[in-house]
């Protein structure tokens, strides 16, 4: 095995664990940082983002509902619509060749084929 292949569990050295464990696991925050952190967010305007938001909704409602009620109109008007142009007659058994049991039925060989591998 080569010094490559070699894995170590150990990221850190013996110094840096001391290091690390000699670090405190939770630190309160000062108040210098806690006014700070209250005057910014009352400076952006988070407390009337409750009342934006919900107008956006409902705003943002009313639109998924008109265009699913124009969808359903164009949808509806769509499927009414004849399918063929007004002046052109109507097809009847008369000017349309019928399919007959009686007829010889073509099968066609296929002259060749090829083999994909």
Same mark, same amino acid.
């Given at each position: 095995?080569?010094?490559?292949?070699e894995y170590? #569990? #150990?990221?850190?050295s013996?110094d840096?664990?001391a $290091?690390?464990?000699? $670090?405190?696991?939770? &630190?309160v925050?000062? +108040?210098?940082?806690?006014?700070r952190?209250?005057e910014?967010? !009352?400076?952006? @305007?988070? *407390?009337? /983002? @409750?009342?934006?938001?919900? &107008?956006? *909704?409902?705003?943002? +409602?009313a +639109?998924?509902? $008109?265009?699913?009620?124009? @969808?359903?109109? /164009? @949808?509806f008007a769509?499927?009414? &619509?004849?399918?063929r142009?007004?002046?052109e007659?109507?097809?009847t058994?008369s000017?349309?060749?019928?399919? !007959?049991? #009686? *007829?010889?039925?073509l099968i066609?060989?296929?002259?060749?084929?090829?083999?994909?591998?």
């Open positions: 095995m080569t010094a490559n292949d170590s #569990d #150990d990221e850190w013996p840096e664990d $290091l690390m464990a000699s $670090l405190p696991r939770e &630190r925050p000062s +108040a210098e940082l806690k006014a952190t209250l910014a967010v !009352r400076h952006v @305007g988070a *407390t009337t /983002v @409750g009342r934006r938001s919900s &107008r956006n *909704t409902f705003i943002l +409602a +639109a998924a509902c $008109l265009i699913f009620i124009a @969808g359903a109109v /164009v @949808g769509a499927a009414r &619509r004849s399918a142009p007004p002046n007659p109507p097809v058994a000017n349309r060749a019928v399919a !007959r049991s #009686d *007829t010889p039925i066609l060989q296929p002259e060749g084929h090829v083999v994909w591998y």
